[in-house]
T-cell receptor, first 114, second 113 residues
Framework: KAGVTQTPRYLIKTRGQQVTLSCSPISGHRSVSWYQQTPGQGLQFLFEYFSETQRNKGNFPGRFSGRQFSNSRSEMNVSTLELGDSALYLC?????????????FGSGTRLTVV | AQTVTQSQPEMSVQEAETVTLSCTYDTSENNYYLFWYKQPPSRQMILVIRQEAYKQQNATENRFSVNFQKAAKSFSLKISDSQLGDTAMYFCASKGGSEKLVFGKGMKLTVNP
């Protein structure tokens, strides 16, 4: 059974640009969550999608957005990149998003903004 | 709002010894789940163990077990017979109802040969 796939694994962008990250959940999983991980702030929740609907949203500026498609694949977009957006972005999928089956994480996308 | 606190930023242990990682949490949910995740240098977050709050029995997974104290809102992880491969960041997390999965700051565990 394939795991959670995040693409690309590494990305270097220039300040002011925009970026789109992709996450393909485990087959059958309908919930996808996104996290930003930095050494100083730890794991911060960005948003969660379930069956194409945003169910929860973290405290991030509007430059951060996401969506989920009918096949449960999810994308997150960051516009007008800032140096502080450099981080590891992790995606996690779950069958139901209620915690009863746990969450499976992808290997992340390492974004560097220069 | 849920909060998860890991007060020990770093620990080290000798191979084959037992180590306990502490975690406290706070939630207003009646039904919730608690997790320990491991993140080795490869950066993949791996689920170590899961505890359902309504189950009084402590979860165990091979060398990993938890001490779940619901009234004290404490959820510690015990690693027995530590191995070099256990070296990683360990994160405690809580998920209640439709709330988001919330993580603690993490603890760096080093297993020394």
């Amino acid at each position: 059974k394939a795991g959670v796939t995040q693409t690309p694994r590494y990305l270097i962008k220039t300040r002011g640009q925009q970026v789109t990250l992709s996450c393909s959940p485990i087959s059958g999983h309908r919930s996808v969550s996104w996290y930003q991980q930095t050494p100083g702030q730890g794991l911060q929740f960005l948003f969660e999608y379930f069956s194409e609907t945003q169910r929860n949203k973290g405290n991030f500026p509007g430059r951060f957005s996401g969506r989920q498609f009918s096949n449960s694949r999810s994308e997150m977009n960051v516009s007008t990149l800032e140096l502080g957006d450099s981080a590891l972005y992790l995606c996690a999928s779950s069958p139901t998003g209620t915690g009863d089956y746990g969450y499976t994480f992808g290997s992340g996308t390492r974004l560097t903004v220069v | 709002a849920q909060t998860v606190t890991q007060s020990q930023p770093e620990m080290s242990v000798q191979e084959a010894e037992t180590v306990t990682l502490s975690c406290t949490y706070d939630t207003s949910e009646n039904n919730y789940y608690l997790f320990w995740y491991k993140q080795p240098p490869s950066r993949q977050m791996i689920l170590v163990i899961r505890q359902e709050a309504y189950k009084q029995q402590n979860a165990t997974e091979n060398r990993f077990s938890v001490n779940f104290q619901k009234a004290a809102k404490s959820f510690s992880l015990k690693i027995s017979d530590s191995q070099l491969g256990d070296t990683a960041m360990y994160f405690c997390a809580s998920k209640g109802g439709s709330e988001k999965l919330v993580f603690g700051k993490g603890m760096k565990l080093t297993v020394n040969p």
